[in-house]
């Protein structure tokens, strides 16, 4: 997915232990952004080293985004299976 976008809110950086897929501990980071096409606001989310050297963007200006859409399905604490839609940002520039 590619768009314009401003940005409404730059959330601060999250880093949290992990563990990789050969089982060694690692840190996750991540930093959460909330954006607007002009039609909608929706959440998105920058990981890894892209997150931790994120500068603080201006809000002024319209940002291009690239972005990636995920869909999650889970089961609910009710045991409702729920589907959820994830946008990991690529690219903001």
Known sequence: MEQ????????????RPNTDLQGKPSVFHSRGFVLSNGLDEFYAEMIGNAALTCPEYDRSVLHRLQA????RRFTDNNGVERIENLVYINKLV
């Open 4 to 15: 314009y976008v401003t940005i409404v809110e730059q959330r601060d950086l999250q880093s």
């Open 68 to 71: 990636r859409l995920r869909m």
